[in-house]
């Protein structure tokens, strides 16, 4: 059984001001191990919030604590687990509860992806990605309102991607659950703008992490290769839109170029990487 926040009585909280200070903030970060999630656990505890990291490796989480330590910030916690197991979901709001009092920030950053043609995949790849990539996030959310409800302040940040504007070849699995994703972002936002609960989603272009080491299925593609962003830069960008209370962040150009493309000139993205893939042939 989770255990009820400390101010648990308190519901719908009021917006705090202009800025979100995330001083003494209670945060859950997921796939904090590496990538774009650690480094916003980092970020986070470095402003003075008290973050609870978790991700599959715990050798990493443990390197993750001492990365923080070394900050003048907040000491970070971490617990590894599998965050699709409905199990641990529920372990780690209650570890939340316990060490902090509650929980005002949830970051799901956890991601898993795999290359090739949907009709060569098979069933259990699309589980397994939609389990990570959307599923679980989800369901974490919705595990977490009760104690967000009561938090001080409080939001939601889902790491998504640009791939959730359009869709990419070798990747249906994937660009499948982002646009989920991005769709449940804009419904969260709308039902729980009452409860004082806001809502921003991080769509990454190009990011340094170790996504292409970890493919369920495939190798990277020749055509994809190109400049990414750092994850710290990312992180950063992603935290001062929380700070700013946004509702959706693309962080770079690359980014803000290919979403703005989407939008406007889906077809020439198309013909693009048609182009690009008969050369790669």
Not at 17 to 44: C, H, K, M, P
Not at 163 to 172: F, K, R
Not at 222 to 245: K, Q, Y
């Amino acid at each position: 059984m989770i255990p009820q926040p400390q101010d648990a009585e308190h519901h719908a909280p009021r917006r705090l001001g202009w800025r979100r200070n995330l001083v003494g903030s209670r945060v859950l970060v997921t796939g904090a191990t590496s990538g774009v999630g650690r480094a916003i656990a980092l970020e986070l505890a470095r402003r003075g919030a008290r973050v609870l990291a978790t991700g599959r490796r715990g050798e990493r989480l443990a390197e993750v604590a001492e990365a923080a330590a070394g900050l003048e910030g907040s000491p970070l916690l971490h617990a590894a687990g599998d965050i699709t197991s409905p199990i641990f979901r529920r372990k780690l709001i209650h570890t939340a509860i316990e060490h902090f009092g509650g929980l005002d920030l949830v970051v799901a950053a956890a991601g898993s992806g795999a290359i090739g043609r949907f009709r060569d995949a098979t069933a259990d790849t699309l589980t397994e990605i939609m389990a990570v990539d959307f599923f679980a996030p989800a369901e974490l959310v919705r595990e977490s309102l009760p104690a967000l409800l009561a938090g001080r302040d409080p939001a939601i940040v889902l790491v998504g991607s640009i791939l959730g504007y359009h869709p990419l070849p070798l990747h249906a699995e994937y660009c499948a659950a982002k646009a989920a994703l991005r769709s449940l972002a804009g419904t969260l936002r709308t039902e729980l703008a009452a409860d004082g609960i806001g809502v921003l989603l991080a769509s990454l272009g190009p990011t340094e992490s170790e996504f292409w080491n970890h493919l369920l299925t495939g190798s990277r593609p020749g055509w994809s290769r190109g400049r990414a962003m750092s994850a710290a830069r990312t992180a950063r960008i992603i935290v001062r839109a929380i700070v700013w209370r946004r509702r959706e962040v693309l962080p770079g150009w690359r980014a803000k170029g290919f979403a703005l493309l989407a939008r406007l000139f889906p077809r020439l993205i198309d013909r693009s990487l048609r182009h690009r893939m008969r050369r790669s042939r």
